[in-house]
């Protein structure tokens, strides 16, 4: 397949506005793919390399050649320029990637350098994320969107089931299963303003302490235990603690789903930020632990003595949890059979009350009935905080004035739409430390995708900044005719990806 095929699909693909359409041009590419060519061709069309990253910035986009009037680059061979790319390293390498980036645009067309400056800058605005992706696979080989997705729940990635599904037809689909020792995606909660809304939502439900920590999965099998983070990192060497935890249970086969936590002296939970710099710790990790101890609580269980869990409901996945977990590795919930009791819903709010009291971020409500949809940001699971929060995308910066002079202060904005695309919400510049002013400069201008004029720094929107808001106003100044008041940054969320940012319709919810 050619690179030339790729670009006028992505083309094509930012032309329309129809899902069906973008399924269907999806699935005519995907059509023509061999399975070696599978993983890149899924990967480039969601705007991502198999490289992840090769060090190549805006800079390396200047002046750039004539386009080349006939196709002739292959994907394959566009894949192993990047590795390359990639490769260089040493004294004039800035350079030589420069080189070697300009040798591929002068073999490019004009229709495949676009291509390449939006690939490369993290810029493609064709929507093809990978919901698209999943149903214009299924599409193009006959087998139903559901079995392609819930593969790419198990397996974690969409290029490997791609290429699986290309070689060896629906069959393949039977080989993804939940295995101890491979992660899953893990299931996201929606977000509600207060628990009425989410007991309305939901029915019957468990309202569980919100724990601010970081998100692990954990695997046991027998005295082998593997750990995993959100975005399916191993972080097992790092965490002694939770491996001697997980040695404790009553079951040697079992896959968790939990937070890792830390509390303070008088046994309240310590900064996320304390959490995360532990747990980030590659060096000295004896002395990491002795400084501040670390250790799990679980909510969920995946699979447990040599049986799939995921499709049972909550309630049935809570029971078995509390048969191999001590009561203190389970996290505090308040379980509420009929939300229209007005008695079970007084102490629900009460239970919310006191986890803030003890610390907490708030609460997350979880429907009893449902199953674990790994991956998905599911109806049941509804997230409640007592302050409105947003993981936003970071679109760009402005230079700051006075005494942020040299610094990128003001932050631009985006929430995540349906296609893929970030609708920018608005700017801020509050909640910005002196050490976080200096971060994020530095952090930004790696990501920058343009020099900018004499303020602004458009970079890849890669960055997720949680931002506290006191709400969302109509506002004719934005895409999406909404903005968030007072937005001031609270942390950065360099555990998250942009696609796990929260959507539009979130915001536009909030308005309602």
């Known amino acids: 397949m050619l ?19 973008k399924r269907d041009l999806l699935a005519e590419l995907f059509a023509a793919m061999t ?4 993983p890149l061709v899924v990967s480039y069309l969601s705007g991502r390399l198999p490289q992840r990253r090769i060090g ?35 004294k004039g390498a800035q350079g030589e990637r420069k080189r070697l980036v300009h040798e591929l645009l002068a073999a490019a067309t004009e229709d495949e350098q676009r291509f390449l400056f939006g690939l490369l800058g993290g810029e493609l605005r064709q929507g093809a994320l990978d919901a698209l992706a999943v149903e214009g696979l299924a599409a193009a080989t006959g087998v139903a969107a559901e079995a392609v997705r819930r593969a790419v729940m198990l397996a974690g990635r969409l290029d490997v089931v791609a290429r699986a599904l290309v070689a060896d037809g629906a069959a393949a689909l039977d080989t993804f299963r939940l295995d101890v020792g491979r992660p899953v995606l893990p299931m996201l909660a929606k977000t509600a303003q207060d628990v009425d809304e989410a007991l309305d939502a939901l029915g ?16 046991r099998d027998g ?18 603690e939770v491996i001697a935890s997980a040695r404790e249970l009553a079951s040697t086969w079992a896959v968790l789903d939990g937070e890792v936590i830390a509390l303070d002296g008088s046994g309240r939970p310590r900064s996320f930020q304390d959490i995360a710099g532990r747990v980030g710790s590659r060096l000295d990790v004896e002395g990491a632990q002795a400084s501040l101890p670390l250790y799990p609580v679980f909510f969920d269980l995946l699979a447990v003595d040599g049986r799939d869990l995921l499709d049972l409901p909550a309630r049935e996945r809570h029971a078995e949890l509390a048969r ?6 389970r ?11 007005a008695e079970l819903r007084s102490r629900a709010r009460e239970f919310a009350e006191q986890a803030v009291a003890r610390g907490h971020e708030g609460v997350v409500v979880k429907g009893l009935d449902a199953p674990y949809s790994a991956g998905r940001r599911g109806a049941s699971w509804v997230k409640v905080k007592p302050v409105h929060t947003l993981d936003l995308v970071v679109l760009a910066a402005e230079w700051g004035h006075g005494r ?18 970030f609708a920018m919400l608005g700017k801020t510049f509050k909640g910005l430390t002196d050490a976080l002013l200096d971060w994020q400069t530095r952090r930004l201008q790696e990501l920058a995708v343009s020099p900018g004029d004499d303020w602004v720094v458009r970079v890849r929107p890669e960055l997720v900044v949680e931002v506290a808001f006191d709400g969302v106003q109509r506002s004719s100044r934005y895409p999406e005719g909404v903005t968030l008041r007072f937005a001031r940054v609270v942390r950065y969320r360099e555990d998250k990806q942009a696609a796990e940012a929260d959507t539009v319709e979130t915001v536009v919810g909030l308005l309602r």
């Open 35 to 38: 399975p070696d060519e599978a």
């Open 223 to 240: 005295d082998d235990v593997r750990i995993f983070t959100r975005t399916l990192d191993e972080i097992t060497t790092r965490l002694p």
């Open 404 to 421: 942020r002079t040299g610094k990128l202060s003001n932050l631009h904005l985006g929430a995540r739409r349906a296609d893929g695309t």
């Open 324 to 329: 191999i977990t001590p009561e203190p590795r």
């Open 331 to 341: 996290v505090r919930r308040f379980v509420v059979e009929d939300p229209g009791d």
């Open 3 to 21: 690179l030339a095929d790729l670009a006028r699909t992505s083309r094509e693909l930012s032309a329309t506005t129809s899902r069906s359409r």
């Open 56 to 90: 190549v910035g805006w800079a390396a986009f200047k002046e750039p050649p004539p386009p080349a009037a006939t196709p002739t680059i292959g994907v394959r061979e566009l894949h192993e320029t990047f590795d390359r790319i990639a490769a260089v390293a040493g």
């Open 204 to 219: 019957p439900c468990a309202v569980e302490e919100k724990l601010d920590g970081i998100r692990v999965q954990v695997h």
